[in-house]
C-alpha cells in the first residue's frame, strides 16, 4: 500500500492536473494507493473540489485544516494520518513529478535503502538572487549544524513505514522538514532531476518567507548562533586588555592630554551593538523554547473523509 501526501494551499488550478496525472501513473503501477490531500486552510476552491474528488474515487482522501498551519503542518498531518506500507510527499503544482514514483519504488523494493529523495539539478527559472542566497544557506547550514542537508533536495520523497514513524515520533514543534529527515538517518538513495516550473497558480513563498524559514532551519539544527556570544565576549576582552596597557604606557611616556572622546563613543556604540546583536540571538532561541514549551498543536483538522482522523496533533 502507498500513500501520497499533497500538501494543498489555495490550489485549485493545480489539483486536477495533479490528480490526472498522480492517477494514471499509480493506476499503471498496479499497487492499492491512497492519496491524502491536505487542505491548509485555503480560501479558494480547493476544499470544495477535495470533496468532489472523493466522492468519485475512494482512493482520494482529504484533510481540511481549520486555518493556514503553514506546509510544514500539513506534511506532519499527512504522516500523521498515513496508512501505507510506503509513504511519499509531493507537491501539487507538478514540480515533483509523478512519473519518478514507479522508479522510485523499484529502488525501495529492490535495493537496501529506506528513503528515495528527490534533488533538483538546477534551479531553472528560480529568480538569481534566490538560488545564490539558497546556495549559500545549504554551505552554512551543513557547515555549523551536525545533520547533512543536500543542497537542491526537495521535500518530494518516497519513504518506507519504519523512518515515517519515526518522523512522526519527531514532534517538535518548530519543524524544518528537511533538517528532520537528515536527523533521523536512515538509508536515502537520492534522484536527480531537472526542475520543472509549477503548471498552474502561483507560488506560496516569497524572499523573505524563504528567508525566515532559512533562518528558522539554522535556529532549529545548530547551536553555533548562541556561542557566536561568547567569541565575540573572548574577543572584546583581549582587545580591552591591549588597549588598556596601550593606554597605561603612552601615560607614563606622554603625560595625559584629554582627548580621544570621539573614538570612546565609537567603541561605546560598537560594543553596544554587539551585545544587543547577542542577546538577539539568545531571544531567538528563547522564543523557540517558549513555542515548544506551550505545546500547542501542530495542526487542528475541521473536516475529514478519513475515518478514525488524528484531530488534532
Ligand atoms: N503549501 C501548503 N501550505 C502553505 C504553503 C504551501 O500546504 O502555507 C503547499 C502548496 O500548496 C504546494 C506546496 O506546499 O503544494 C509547495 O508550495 P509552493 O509550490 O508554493 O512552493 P515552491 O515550490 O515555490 O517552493
Ligand atoms: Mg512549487
Not at 556570544?229 to 586588555?241: E, L, N
Not at 591591549?242 to 592630554?257: N, Q, S, T, V
Request: glycine content about 8%; hydrophobic content about 45%; aromatic content about 14%.
Amino acid at each position: 500500500m502507498l500513500t501520497i501526501i499533497i500538501p494543498c494551499f489555495n490550489e485549485e488550478e493545480s489539483i486536477p492536473y495533479f490528480y490526472r496525472e498522480a492517477s494514471r501513473v499509480l493506476w499503471g503501477m498496479g499497487c492499492s494507493y491512497e492519496l491524502i490531500f491536505v487542505d491548509d486552510g485555503s480560501t479558494d476552491r480547493t476544499l470544495t473540489l477535495l470533496k468532489e474528488l472523493a466522492a468519485s474515487d475512494c482512493h482520494v482522501r482529504f484533510l481540511s485544516f481549520s486555518k493556514n498551519f503553514g506546509k510544514e503542518s500539513a506534511m506532519y498531518a499527512g504522516f500523521c494520518n498515513a496508512s501505507g506500507d510506503y509513504v511519499a510527499v509531493m507537491d501539487v503544482d507538478m514540480q515533483d513529478p509523478p512519473s519518478l514514483l514507479p522508479q522510485m519504488l523499484d529502488i525501495l523494493e529492490n535495493q537496501p535503502y529506506d528513503c528515495v529523495g528527490t534533488r533538483r539539478t538546477d534551479r531553472e527559472g528560480e529568480p538569481v538572487i534566490r538560488s545564490w542566497f539558497a546556495h549559500r544557506f545549504y554551505r552554512l547550514i551543513n557547515k555549523i549544524s551536525d545533520v547533512n542537508i543536500v543542497d537542491g533536495a526537495r521535500d518530494f520523497r518516497l519513504m518506507k513505514r519504519p523512518m515515517v514513524d519515526a518522523v512522526v515520533a519527531t514532534g517538535e514543534y518548530n519543524r524544518f522538514s528537511k533538517g528532520i529527515f537528515g536527523w533521523i538517518g536512515f538509508q536515502t538513495y537520492w534522484l536527480s532531476y531537472e526542475n520543472t516550473e509549477r503548471v498552474a497558480g502561483r507560488t506560496k513563498w516569497n524572499f523573505w518567507k524563504l528567508f525566515k524559514y532559512a533562518i528558522d532551519g539554522i535556529l532549529n539544527f545548530s547551536q553555533i548562533p548562541l556561542s557566536i556570544s561568547s567569541w565575540f565576549g573572548i574577543f572584546m576582552t583581549f582587545f580591552a586588555a591591549l588597549m588598556m596597557m596601550f593606554i597605561i604606557i603612552r601615560k607614563a611616556l606622554f603625560g595625559d592630554p584629554v582627548n580621544g572622546w570621539a573614538s570612546l563613543i565609537c567603541v561605546i556604540i560598537f560594543i553596544g551593538g554587539i551585545q544587543l546583536f547577542c542577546i538577539g540571538i539568545m531571544g531567538q532561541y528563547i522564543a523557540k523554547i517558549y513555542l515548544e514549551t506551550k505545546k500547542r498543536p501542530h495542526y487542528i483538522i475541521a473536516e475529514s473523509n478519513l475515518e478514525d482522523t488524528k484531530i488534532i496533533r
